[in-house]
């Protein structure tokens, strides 16, 4: 499934969503979504979800326009934090339904799923709690084995146990049956090991895509004496840095950082993790674009 975003904006009255997008999607890879609140994020979403139309630009999938396109549209499942089933329904009416809309639906997954998270098929939507909700909303989209997998959040009111549950389920179904997932989190850290391409957006822009290993190699934390760590960052992109009684830390991006010439300079040095460079590389004043 190849879906290619060309110079795609978005517009809500004066509000610019999204802002001249460029991405190019490919088939069986996990990607991350990242960015801050407002990045434009759900709005990309949903707009390759065909959900909405883009006011200017094109999306295609496979060639073709996602937007109230059934031949694509059942290639992709969108499961969002809320609203991903109707709240009159019981869940075994829920999964009968999804199980009509995406015909590569595994029915075997969706009980197995059911069981992971305690779920009854008696059960009647209206009365789940939020994290049930999230758990209904996961067996969906685990279970749809649709081509293209979009969580948008989809654990909130999930407990830590229940995430880690379905991070491991993620996997299983990857290796099982490989198809592309498209996952935005705010929990960096939790989720980030699963990542083979990370999309970072900032102000409705596309501000790096770049496959995960690389990224975290473009990236140093030095720390030492104050004048060493000056003259080794001198010509360096800083994206960040703090000084303490001598001492001072930088965080730095770019190509091919080596952590030996820090450390010949006298200075410590590490990689970053993605959620440090999410979070300082988003700043408005702070980093370049790197797409």
């Keep these: 499934m190849s879906i290619l975003i060309s110079n795609v904006t978005k517009n809500y009255g004066a509000k610019h969503a999204l802002r001249g997008m460029n991405l190019t999607i490919e088939n069986d890879k996990i990607y991350g979504l990242l960015g801050r609140n407002g ?51 019981k869940i075994k009416e829920v999964l009968k339904i999804s199980s009509l809309f995406y015909p590569n639906w595994s029915n075997e997954t969706a009980l197995r799923l059911l069981e992971v998270f305690q779920l009854d098929l008696k059960m009647n939507t209206k009365g789940l709690s939020k994290g049930m909700e999230s758990a209904l909303g996961i067996t969906i989209g685990l279970a749809s084995r649709a081509k293209l997998t979009i969580f948008d959040e989809p654990y909130i009111g999930l407990d830590a146990s229940a995430r880690y549950k ?25 989720v980030s090991n699963l990542f083979e391409e990370v999309i970072l957006m ?73 959620q440090q460079l999410m979070v300082h590389l988003t700043e408005e004043q702070g980093g370049k674009m790197y797409v």
């Design 166 to 190: 379905f991070y491991d389920l993620i996997l299983e179904e990857f290796e099982e049956y490989p198809r592309t997932f498209v996952l935005s989190t705010h929990l960096i850290d939790e």
């Design 39 to 89: 990045a434009g994020k759900t709005t990309l979403m949903k707009l390759v979800a065909g959900h909405d139309l883009p006011s200017n630009g094109q999306i295609t999938i496979n060639g073709k326009n996602p937007f109230n396109n059934r031949e694509a549209l059942k290639d992709i499942c969108y499961i969002s934090e809320s609203n991903n089933f109707k709240k009159r329904l």
């Design 202 to 274: 900032r102000s409705g822009e596309l501000l790096l895509h770049e496959q995960t290993e690389e990224m975290v190699e473009n990236s140093m934390i030095v720390s030492g004496n104050r004048e060493k760590v000056d003259s080794f960052i001198s010509g360096k992109n800083v994206l960040h840095e703090s000084t303490l009684v001598g001492s001072k830390t930088v965080i730095l991006y770019g190509e091919k950082m080596d952590l030996r010439e820090a450390k010949n300079a006298g200075i410590e040095a590490e990689r970053c993790n993605i």
